[in-house]
């Protein structure tokens, strides 16, 4: 690891005025250590936002405001989530490990960065890590990549299970910024996707703090399902995760809210497909034509194709599962 | 940087580099090497030890995040005596070559009290319901925990004797299963 200072600040002026002079923030440090001893990320300073007072969960507005503190053990066992928004508790319980879950944050899981092997290799080309080096991705191994929001410099997957779920319940990001500036910001609009500059990974500026993720309402009278698939029963990440927000209204969708992960270069939502249940009554055939429309656009490269078809089924057990 | 670790109900002063990771700041610098180095990238849980009575791995943590905190390892557990569940791993054989059972020990400790608080799991049927610790629930609580030796019957079967002990709820829904 390289050497670098560090801060534990007691108030969020002096992390900014830290952040200011461009010092890296520090939250659980599950995901930052890591990059940090394989020297992915060699930060000069890093502040500790653990001791600022971001770590509450209230109700605001009707919907809840999550501290970007609160670790994703708290979330996930907070009564009002299990209860209103079982979607976002059941996709933090499939992410990591228990351990892994009292130390990452809320803040933090939206961060973390894609696990694909040779951004972890120094060794290797990739344009995320040393822009304008190459994808080694593209012609190497490819098995958790994305086929839908990739470009010939990246096929990178966003691996957040968290991010999925908000996604499909309209979250939004409250960041404030390095001078004390807040603002909100939907997780439609808050992940880029890579283009020609894949290390630019979302709309946030230098220095801007994430404080808490703002929870719209409840979705009244909606089934809420995240299901997802990986190569052992725990502890991996996702092939294919969906997060499904529904709503059924005299034996039609009323409303549609479908977010997907394991196949996007961010947390991927379509809102097409949403539109095209909205009215409908299930059926096997509507959700066959929701899965082709979800990868008209998919591009799938070697390695990754066998994403296509086992999106679509998973997409089709889980409208089935939320309508029966 | 200066810095007050508070490891086995002792306070330890220390100067440390903030590069130094919790895990090693036990081992090294304080001496308490029952929590172990597996894979140093909170791949396989040996280096799990209870912050506020919490699991973590120590080896994705700096110790300079943990200023004032308080923390338990595997040797805090036996004091004055091994604790019931290190007894049971002992007579259900959850030993092995012995590698990784520090780390189960500390992480069964903390999930048994997560079971406590009622909080669900993955494999929960019921967010809100009560928690079972059926054999499905255990696996998946405790699979933050990649054992290099496949010792999990013994394991398992060590927890699942402390939960049935401790916790009458369990005990009763164990009887209906
Ligand atoms: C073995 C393993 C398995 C895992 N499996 C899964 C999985 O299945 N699903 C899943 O979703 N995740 C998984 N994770 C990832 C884990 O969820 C993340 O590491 C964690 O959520 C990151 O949170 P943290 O608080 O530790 O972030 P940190 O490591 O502290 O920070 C991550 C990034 O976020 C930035 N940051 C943190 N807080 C703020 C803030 N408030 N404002 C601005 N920037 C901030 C940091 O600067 C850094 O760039 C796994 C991790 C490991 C090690
Ligand atoms: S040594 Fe920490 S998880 Fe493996
Ligand atoms: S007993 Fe040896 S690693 Fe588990």
Same mark, same amino acid.
């Given at each position: 690891?390289?050497?670098?200072?560090?801060?534990?600040?007691?108030d969020?002026?002096?992390?900014?005025?830290?952040?200011?002079?461009?010092?890296?923030?520090?939250?659980?440090?599950?995901?930052?250590?890591?990059? *940090?001893?394989?020297?992915?990320? !060699?930060? &000069?300073? /890093? #502040?500790? =936002?653990s001791?600022?007072?971001?770590?509450?969960i209230? $109700?605001?507005?009707?919907?809840?405001?999550?501290?970007?503190?609160?670790?994703?053990?708290?979330?996930?066992?907070?009564?009002?989530?299990?209860?209103?928004?079982?979607?976002?508790?059941r996709a933090?319980?499939?992410?990591?490990?228990?351990?892994?879950?009292?130390?990452?944050?809320?803040?933090?899981?939206?961060?973390?960065?894609?696990?694909?092997?040779?951004?972890?290799?120094?060794?290797?080309a990739?344009?995320?890590?040393?822009?304008?080096?190459?994808?080694?991705?593209?012609?190497?191994?490819?098995?958790?990549?994305?086929?839908?929001?990739?470009?010939?410099?990246?096929?990178?997957?966003?691996?957040?299970? *968290?991010?999925?779920?908000?996604? !499909?319940? &309209?979250? /939004? #990001?409250? =960041?404030?910024?390095?001078?004390?500036?807040?603002?909100? $910001?939907?997780?439609?609009?808050?992940?880029?996707?890579?283009?020609?500059?894949?290390?630019?990974?979302?709309?946030?500026?230098?220095?801007?703090?994430?404080?808490?993720?703002l929870?719209?309402?409840?979705?009244?009278?909606?089934?809420?399902?995240?299901?997802?698939?990986?190569?052992?029963?725990?502890?991996?990440?996702?092939?294919?995760?969906?997060?499904?927000?529904?709503?059924?209204?005299?034996?039609?969708?009323?409303?549609?809210?479908?977010?997907?992960?394991?196949?996007g270069?961010?947390?991927?939502?379509?809102?097409?497909?949403?539109?095209?249940?909205?009215?409908?009554?299930?059926?096997d055939?509507?959700?066959?034509?929701?899965?082709?429309?979800?990868?008209?656009?998919?591009?799938?490269?070697?390695?990754?194709?066998?994403?296509?078809?086992?999106?679509?089924?998973?997409?089709?057990?889980?409208?089935?599962?939320?309508?029966? | 940087?200066?810095?007050?670790?508070?490891?086995?109900?002792?306070?330890?002063?220390l100067d440390?580099?903030?590069?130094?990771?919790?895990?090693?700041?036990?081992?090294?610098?304080?001496?308490?090497?029952?929590?172990?180095?597996?894979?140093?990238?909170?791949?396989?849980?040996?280096?799990?030890?209870?912050?506020?009575?919490?699991r973590?791995?120590?080896?994705?943590?700096?110790?300079?995040?943990?200023?004032?905190?308080?923390?338990?390892?595997?040797?805090?557990?036996?004091?004055?005596?091994?604790?019931?569940?290190?007894?049971?791993?002992?007579?259900?054989?959850?030993?092995?070559?012995?590698?990784?059972?520090?780390?189960?020990?500390?992480?069964?400790?903390?999930?048994?009290?997560?079971?406590?608080?009622?909080?669900?799991?993955?494999?929960?049927?019921?967010?809100?319901?009560?928690?079972?610790?059926?054999?499905?629930?255990?696996?998946?609580?405790?699979?933050?925990?990649?054992?290099?030796?496949?010792?999990?019957?013994?394991?398992?079967a060590?927890?699942?004797?402390?939960?049935?002990?401790?916790?009458q709820?369990?005990?009763?829904?164990?009887?209906?299963?």
């Amino acid at each position: 690891m390289k050497p670098f200072d560090y801060q534990r600040p007691s108030d969020r002026d002096a992390a900014h005025a830290a952040a200011r002079e461009g010092a890296m923030f520090i939250a659980g440090g599950t995901n930052l250590v890591d990059l *940090m001893k394989l020297e992915v990320m !060699a930060p &000069d300073r /890093l #502040v500790d =936002v653990s001791r600022l007072g971001l770590d509450g969960i209230e $109700v605001q507005d009707g919907g809840l405001r999550i501290g970007a503190m609160v670790t994703n053990s708290d979330l996930a066992a907070d009564p009002r989530l299990r209860r209103d928004y079982p979607v976002l508790s059941r996709a933090l319980l499939a992410g990591a490990s228990g351990q892994l879950r009292n130390k990452a944050t809320t803040g933090g899981n939206l961060l973390q960065r894609t696990r694909c092997p040779y951004f972890y290799d120094t060794d290797a080309a990739c344009n995320k890590r040393a822009p304008g080096s190459g994808c080694a991705a593209l012609g190497g191994e490819m098995r958790n990549h994305a086929v839908l929001g990739t470009s010939d410099h990246c096929v990178a997957l966003h691996p957040s299970d *968290m991010a999925v779920a908000m996604r !499909a319940l &309209d979250a /939004l #990001v409250e =960041v404030e910024g390095p001078d004390g500036a807040i603002r909100h $910001v939907p997780l439609d609009d808050f992940y880029r996707l890579p283009g020609v500059t894949p290390h630019l990974e979302t709309t946030l500026g230098a220095g801007d703090l994430i404080t808490a993720v703002l929870l719209p309402p409840p979705p009244q009278g909606a089934v809420q399902v995240y299901r997802k698939v990986r190569d052992r029963a725990s502890y991996a990440f996702a092939l294919v995760s969906v997060a499904a927000v529904v709503t059924l209204d005299k034996g039609r969708f009323s409303q549609a809210a479908l977010a997907f992960g394991g196949l996007g270069a961010r947390p991927w939502r379509d809102p097409a497909v949403d539109a095209l249940l909205v009215g409908e009554t299930p059926s096997d055939a509507l959700f066959a034509e929701a899965g082709k429309h979800l990868l008209r656009n998919a591009a799938p490269r070697e390695g990754t194709e066998f994403k296509l078809p086992l999106a679509r089924r998973v997409l089709s057990a889980v409208l089935k599962e939320a309508t029966q | 940087m200066q810095t007050t670790l508070t490891v086995n109900g002792r306070n330890h002063e220390l100067d440390i580099d903030p590069r130094v990771t919790l895990l090693d700041a036990l081992r090294d610098q304080i001496g308490l090497t029952g929590s172990k180095k597996g894979c140093d990238h909170g791949q396989c849980g040996a280096c799990t030890v209870l912050v506020d009575g919490r699991r973590i791995n120590a080896c994705l943590s700096l110790a300079v995040m943990h200023d004032g905190d308080s923390i338990t390892t595997v040797e805090g557990l036996a004091e004055g005596g091994a604790s019931a569940l290190q007894k049971a791993f002992v007579a259900h054989d959850g030993m092995q070559c012995g590698y990784c059972t520090p780390g189960q020990v500390c992480s069964a400790t903390g999930m048994l009290e997560e079971v406590s608080a009622g909080w669900p799991s993955h494999v929960s049927d019921d967010l809100e319901g009560p928690v079972t610790l059926s054999h499905a629930e255990l696996s998946e609580r405790m699979s933050g925990n990649l054992c290099r030796c496949s010792c999990y019957p013994g394991i398992n079967a060590a927890i699942r004797e402390i939960a049935d002990e401790t916790r009458q709820p369990i005990d009763q829904q164990e009887a209906a299963e």
